[in-house]
């Protein structure tokens, strides 16, 4: 039996169509939009003019369409935002969840099965992760949802379980534009792209990259507290945040765990206590932080 997780809940795609499609997507993300080729894909972020990231996406591309895999919440904020830079350019921007879902897997799933589900296109996360992402038609979902060789698995939080268990980021509403993309270690997870050209919040990604020092990294926290995301927290007698919380999941019984941005000089530290005496485990991604 194939077990999948069910991600038509929270994954969305986003289309963008038209011979400038490329060029436009180029301008307007942190990874290179030009190396997409019928067989993979990239991990990339949409920032601010600060070099803030407003959220984080997967592309890939079918017979000359690039697809954006997005949380559904961003869905149409995305469009309309992204619409805004058009201007003239041959780019058409379309919502087609309707179409495609996407599935998850924590291994790689056999040529059997891809064929079996008519695979549109896989999705590797970044880096050297275990985790991958299939998309697939909404009429093929419909077909595994009935068929007893495929068991999915549609609870989100089995799902951000294992995507903090690999350190990978993701950014809701409430953490939006707090964070530059190294904050969430996203040149370690090939999701910036430092050769090709300019795009919205480069000079600021560049200028850190070049010039400056991360002071802040994503890293996995273990804890007996369930934290909100966006909060931050801080050390007994400090008024100063030593970190802001990325997610926290339920785990079992009364532990809890997720990632967090933390300020680098606590990164080594593997127990914390906080200001209401919380204790927060502190684990480093298996990909380094080098």
């Keep these: ?10 994954k969305s795609l986003i289309a963008f169509s038209g011979s400038d499609a490329e060029s436009f997507l180029q301008g307007q993300t942190t990874c290179d939009v030009a190396c997409l080729n019928a067989g993979n894909s990239v991990f990339g972020a949409l920032c601010n003019p600060k070099g803030r990231v407003i959220s984080l996406f997967h592309l890939f591309k079918v017979d000359g369409i690039i697809y954006m895999l997005i949380n559904t919440e961003w869905v149409d904020r995305l469009i309309k935002r992204l619409k805004m830079f058009v201007f003239r350019s041959d780019v058409q921007i379309a919502d087609v969840s309707n179409t495609y879902v996407a599935l998850g897997s924590q291994v790689a799933i056999s040529d059997n099965t891809r064929k079996d589900l008519q695979t549109i296109a896989s999705v590797t996360l970044g880096g050297d992760l275990n985790l991958m992402m299939f998309v697939i038609s909404v009429d093929t979902h419909q077909l595994i949802s009935a068929d007893s060789n495929y068991t999915l698995d549609s609870n989100r939080a089995h799902w951000d379980q294992l995507m903090a268990a690999e350190c990978f980021p993701d950014i809701t509403l409430n953490t939006s534009e707090l964070f530059i993309p190294q904050m969430l270690n996203l040149e370690l997870l ?9 795009y919205t919040g480069q000079e600021v990604v560049a200028r850190l990259h070049y010039k400056g020092s991360v002071k802040k990294r994503l890293v996995i926290y273990q804890s007996d507290k369930l934290f909100e995301c966006g909060e931050n927290i801080y050390l007994p007698n400090n008024q100063n945040s030593i970190g802001t919380v990325l997610n926290s999941i339920a785990d079992t019984g009364s532990n809890f765990s997720g990632l967090i941005v933390l300020k680098t000089d606590y990164i080594q530290q593997h127990e914390l206590i906080l200001q209401d005496d919380t204790k927060l485990s502190i684990q480093l991604p298996k990909y380094g932080l080098d």
């Design 1 to 10: 039996m194939n077990k999948l997780h069910d991600l038509s809940r929270i």
């Design 190 to 198: 090939e999701g910036i792209s430092f050769q090709k050209g300019c």
